[in-house]
């Protein structure tokens, strides 16, 4: 059984723009620190942006190549969390997915246990 559910993902064009959802199942996503993630093709998963839990404050961590471009949000009566994209680069392409943790840090993957499939996002030039 799928914990999140993506959508949003397609292909865009360089300089574009696209806004991933990330819809929660059988859990209260508000209850967790909620990130999102991205595979490319031959490399390892890596963090985009990470958003806490409301009762800590709902702190937002960036990693560097997203500050600017990406803003992670969430609506916790949708139990949704959303990743909005803009300038969008070739090497944004990657499949995008959401997970959930119990702690912020610096968004790492390994602190994270409830997955979805992912969405794929594919840039062109």
């Known amino acids: 059984q799928d914990q999140f559910v993506e959508s949003g993902g397609g292909l865009a064009q360089s300089g574009g723009s696209l806004k991933l959802s990330c819809e929660a199942s059988g859990f209260i996503l508000d209850y967790y620190t909620i990130g999102w993630f991205r595979q490319a093709p031959g490399k390892e998963r890596e963090g985009i942006a990470c958003i806490s839990s409301s009762d800590t404050d709902s702190r937002i961590f960036y990693k560097e190549f997203a500050k600017g471009r990406f803003t992670i949000s969430k609506n916790k009566h949708r139990n949704t969390a959303y990743l909005e994209m803009n300038s969008l680069k070739t090497e944004d392409t990657a499949v995008y997915s959401c997970?959930?943790?119990?702690?912020?840090?610096?968004?790492?993957?390994?602190?994270?246990?409830?997955w979805g499939r992912g969405t794929q996002v594919t840039v062109s030039v």
């Open positions: 997970g959930a943790g119990a702690f912020l840090k610096d968004c790492n993957p390994a602190d994270f246990y409830y």
